[in-house]
């Protein structure tokens, strides 16, 4: 489903995202104003060791919630024809510095469907290995800033439950993956190159 765009004023344009108002037609035909930020879409990881039952995890300054919050790594989509499952790679590789032999889809969100385009999914590594940063790649901003360990996994699902993290990414992500691994349905997770049907209708 998708109600006609009849209308679409740019507000103001970003890095990342623009701002638009777009006048809708809804299907009993009024006609109403909606404003949001355009956004090119993320991926994010779940990094698991299975051996010691651990999940890599950063602290991030995030500057409109004036916090640095605990997060899973995760980037955006702005390489053009960059395959999901290779930017959720290049990712886990930049942020964090880590490889991973198995890569399934674990979940994939609207982050804030009323206010933001964005989608984002999330991607289950297994078969954790350390390897090197892409060659040239630099962390700048908030980023160099950043630091990183393995957490618990069951501290982090703690942390979720007593409200003490509240990072999209990680939330959704963390539950998933506990959702998976109590039902047993980790061995049928999605392929890591399973269809993304939000984006690609």
Known sequence: MSWPVLDRE?????????????TIETPDGQQIKRQYL??????AVVAWREDTDD???L????????????????????????????????????????AAERWDTLVDICTTPGACAETLRVFL???????????????EGEEAAMTWAWEPRADLIDAVLRGDTSSPTLVAGVLALETARLAGRLDDLRPADAPWLLRER
């Not at 355009?38 to 991926?43: E, I, K, L, N, S």
């Open 38 to 43: 355009t956004h090119p879409g993320a991926v």
């Open 55 to 57: 999940i890599a995890v």
């Open 125 to 139: 590594a297994r078969g954790i290995s350390e390897t090197s940063r892409p060659e040239g790649f630099v962390l």
């Open 59 to 98: 602290r991030q300054y995030r500057h409109p919630v004036r916090a640095e919050l605990v997060e899973i790594p995760a980037g955006l989509l702005d390489l053009d024809g960059e395959a999901y499952v290779v930017g959720a790679q290049r990712e886990l590789a930049e942020e964090v510095a880590l």
């Open 10 to 22: 740019v507000l103001a344009e970003g890095h990342v995202s623009t701002f638009v108002n777009e």
